[in-house]
């Protein structure tokens, strides 16, 4: 006998320039409530994972790394925090999801989807304001501010803040990412701003190699080729370009310690980030923008699931903020050294600013927060419905 559907209270969600599902926890079939297999194969059908097509016709997802997320929302136990949050990377041709880091994008979209659903005290929603939404996030163990404007007691969604690879303006919402070393130890793990890393058959090249927001590895545009005003095109249409990528990712992720052998690497496409950074140039963003390097202090391009991504990651931005914090990393020097407290970046889809604050403690750098803006929006709400695995 066929299986019937099951029917689970989910919100579709833009957060920033991704999109995702979100759930909350006690939602969830009892099954999917811990981690495990179970909430995998639950998440991958909703979003339509593996698809041999890459087309994601049969689920939600939306076939690239930025429509291919999950969220599970729940309140916390914690006092100093309003709501815990996980994230899942759903792989979009592979039978896995990845747990090891968080979707910064997505995570403007929490605060909202929060308030909306009943996951905050009420006494911490003003009836018009903001509301300060304490965030825990679960994948990394970091605490993240969120402040969601609040109209008529209700999360305002509409506004003319615009943000550069998101058509329609929106409300702003100012995200601060709290103490945003990546995990445990160091912001550095291998103590150094910048390293040699050698990359067998493609060469020797100079990296920043940061845990912030997400670990990250950064290296120069021209050392492998590029300019660093690359649109998606001129990466994802190479799969020369692409196999060169995932090698640097590969053993940067080595070099970091976040894995004992290269082969893990492919278990582990959310992190870390490879990207590749420039002075500033004038280009014209993939929506026909003209962004003018006296705009801009950098042009920075990331690339994500294997894939150069649309605009630029949340995590990453959060990673490029604090490397740009921090005299003599590769990110610092792109933007022409010194010190700096934010920075404004060129991606493929326009620009984006972001601020941090470094500070040397005891010969190891640390940065207290990150902060940028995005915004969201809800899509869809109700329930998805997907096959009884």
């Not at 690239?64 to 599970?72: E, H």
């Not at 294997?306 to 903020?321: D, P």
């Not at 003599?328 to 022409?336: C, E, I, K």
Request: glycine share 10%.
């Amino acid at each position: 006998m066929h299986k019937p559907q099951l029917k689970v209270a989910a919100t579709y969600m833009r957060g920033g320039t991704s999109k995702g599902v979100f759930f909350r926890l006690d939602d969830l079939p009892a099954a999917a409530q811990q981690p495990g297999p179970a909430r995998d194969s639950l998440l991958l059908r909703v979003i339509g994972s593996p698809d041999p097509y890459g087309k994601h016709t049969d689920g939600m997802g939306g076939a690239t790394s930025s429509t291919s997320k999950t969220v599970i929302l729940s309140k916390s136990g914690s006092a100093e925090h309003d709501v815990d949050y996980l994230f899942g990377q759903v792989s979009i041709d592979k039978p896995f999801i990845d747990w090891s880091g968080n979707c910064g994008n997505l995570t403007s979209a929490v605060g909202s989807f929060a308030v909306t659903s009943g996951l905050i005290d009420a006494s911490r929603v003003p009836e018009n304001g903001t509301a300060v939404v304490r965030i825990w996030q679960a994948n990394i163990k970091k605490t993240i501010i969120a402040h969601v404007p609040i109209t008529n007691g209700k999360v305002q969604e509409t506004g003319d803040f615009e943000l550069d690879g998101v058509t329609f303006p929106s409300a702003e919402v100012p995200i601060e990412f709290m103490d945003p070393a990546d995990g445990e130890g160091s912001m550095f793990p291998t103590g150094n701003v910048v390293d040699e890393l050698h990359v067998p058959g493609v060469g020797t090249f100079q990296a920043t190699m940061i845990n912030a927001g997400i670990p990250t590895i950064f290296v120069n545009a021209a050392d492998i080729g590029y300019t660093g005003t690359e649109l998606q095109g001129a990466i994802n249409e190479s799969p020369e370009a692409l196999a060169m990528f995932e090698k640097l990712r590969a053993y940067g992720a080595k070099h970091m310690g976040l894995i004992q052998s290269l082969e893990e690497a492919e278990a582990r496409q959310h992190t870390p980030k490879i990207a590749f950074v420039a002075p500033p140039v004038s280009y014209v963003s993939s929506s026909g923008k003209n962004i003018d390097a006296a705009d801009i202090d950098l042009n920075v391009r990331a690339l994500s699931m294997g894939k150069l991504h649309h605009a630029m990651m949340g995590t990453a931005a959060v990673a490029i903020g604090t490397a740009a914090a921090v005299p003599g990393t590769l990110v610092n020097l792109a933007a022409g050294g010194g010190d700096r407290t934010a920075v404004t970046f060129g991606h493929p889809s326009g620009t984006l600013r972001v601020g941090a604050e470094a500070k040397l403690v005891d010969s190891e750098w640390q940065v207290t927060k990150a902060i940028m803006s995005r915004s969201a929006r809800v899509l869809m709400e109700g329930w998805v419905r997907v096959p009884e695995v």
